[in-house]
């Protein structure tokens, strides 16, 4: 059975840095073709992809959040770990981890909520 | 990047009817195509992938179709516990981009 959760503070101040890790089992990421992303969701708005990374530690990043993100993994803590910099009130969202193979995203954590104020 | 546009934004119809939404990709693309359901408050869940093929488990109203750069989830017939936000996302390359959401709600 695989399960993914995710973990980190509930709120942040404006220019912080953001750490999330993603904690799973039920798959190795040392397993060819599997992944683990991340996924962000704005109350009330659309799901947004941010970062991937493979069991080859190939990476991948949105665009236009490249500079800020960095995805890492510690592969026999079964983590995953996402690192958002300069943290805005426009960042606050729910924070989902995915598990991907065969291209898909089939498995999903329950979402942690972050919030940025002052 | 391909941008993927839903519609309508927003859905009210009865139990029993047939629904359809509509994904439109701002360019062709492969049928690398999926479909979500989100309930408020939850994660979301995997209906369909390759434009047709339906995940094991949910219920067979739910089909998918299209290619190219239109893409259609149809429920056949709806269901109270269909009620829910849909979404459409291409999935084989990154970036991995949603459509905008479909709020089905029930008359």
């Known amino acids: 059975q695989i399960t993914l959760k995710e973990s980190g503070p509930a709120l942040v101040k404006p220019t912080q840095t953001l750490t999330l890790t993603c904690t799973f089992s039920?798959?190795?990421?040392?397993?060819?073709?599997?992944?683990v992303g991340w996924f962000r969701q704005p109350p009330g708005k659309a799901l947004e992809w941010l970062a991937l990374?493979?069991?080859?530690?190939?990476?991948r990043y949105r665009p236009s959040l490249k500079s800020r993100l960095t995805i890492t993994k510690d592969t026999s803590e079964n983590q995953v770990v996402l690192t958002v910099t300069n943290m805005d009130p426009e960042d606050t969202a729910t924070y989902y981890c995915?598990?991907?193979?065969?291209?898909?995203?089939?498995?999903w954590g329950q979402g942690t909520l972050v919030t940025v104020s002052s | 990047d391909i941008q993927m546009t839903q519609s309508p934004s927003s859905l009210s119809a009865s139990v029993g009817d047939r629904v359809t939404i509509t994904c439109r990709a701002s360019?062709?693309?492969?049928?690398?195509l999926a479909w979500y359901q989100q309930k408020p408050g939850k994660a979301p869940k995997l209906l369909i992938y390759?434009?047709?093929t339906l995940q094991s488990g949910v219920p067979s109203r739910f089909s998918g179709s299209g290619s190219g750069t239109d893409f259609t989830l149809t429920i056949s017939s709806l269901q109270s516990e269909d009620v829910a936000t849909y979404y459409c996302?291409?999935?084989?390359?990154?970036?991995?981009?949603f459509g905008q959401g479909t709020k089905l709600e029930i008359k």
């Open positions: 995915a598990h991907r193979s065969d291209l898909l995203w089939l498995y």
């Open positions: 039920g798959f190795s990421l040392n397993t060819n073709k599997v992944g």
């Open positions: 990374v493979y069991w080859d530690d190939d990476k």
């Open positions: 360019q062709g693309m492969s049928n690398y």
């Open positions: 390759a434009a047709s």
């Open positions: 996302q291409r999935y084989n390359s990154a970036p991995y981009t």
